[in-house]
Each structure stands twice: as structure tokens, then as C-alpha cells.
């Protein structure tokens, strides 16, 4: 694990001294060039959100549009747009699921 932190904080330095130099080189920003950089910058480590609509935890909405959820994750009051960290696909609406 240590060496994939390591190998992601190299590439990030290395990303930004090829930036800082290219800049050196020309400080006029087009777009073109904003792009080129952009797109050499190393993609987020991000997770799909599951919102409350999909969760598997919804157990039902209520008439006033809340969300009741089986597991408790402290969330107040959450609405079908809403999401926590805990949620997952159902596995019977095609959903994505590992």
C-alpha cells in the first residue's frame, strides 16, 4: 500500500514541475494549453454515489418525502436525492453491484 501512495505523490510532484516549467518557458495561457495540462494530470480516485432512491437500505419514503432507511448512519430527515457513504444498489433494479 505504502508504495502506491509513494509512486501516486511522485507523479503528482513530477505533474507539477512539468507545469511550473512550462509555464516558465511561456506564461500566456490559451486554451489549448490549459487542456494539454489538464489532461496530464493524474485522474481523481473518486466512488460512484448511490443516492437514497437506489440504496438496498431504503425501506420505504414516507408521505412527506423522507427516506427510511434500515441502517442507521445518522443522517436526518434524508430525501431520495440524498446519499451517505454507506450506500449500495439494490441487486433488483440493474443496478451496479460488485
Known amino acids: 500500500m505504502e508504495n502506491v501512495v509513494t509512486e501516486e ?22 486554451p489549448k494549453r490549459v487542456k494539454t495540462l489538464l489532461l496530464r494530470q493524474p485522474a481523481a480516485d473518486v466512488a460512484e454515489v448511490v443516492r437514497c432512491k437506489d440504496c438496498k437500505h ?12 434500515s441502517e442507521e448512519h445518522g443522517m436526518y430527515c434524508p430525501t431520495e436525492s440524498d446519499s451517505c457513504s454507506y450506500g449500495e444498489y439494490q441487486t433488483n433494479t440493474g443496478g451496479v453491484t460488485e
Open 9 to 30: 505523490f511522485i507523479s503528482r510532484t513530477e505533474a507539477l514541475e512539468d507545469f511550473e516549467s512550462c509555464n516558465a518557458e511561456n506564461p500566456n495561457w490559451t
Open 58 to 69: 431504503k425501506v420505504r419514503t414516507d408521505a412527506n418525502g423522507i427516506v427510511i432507511c
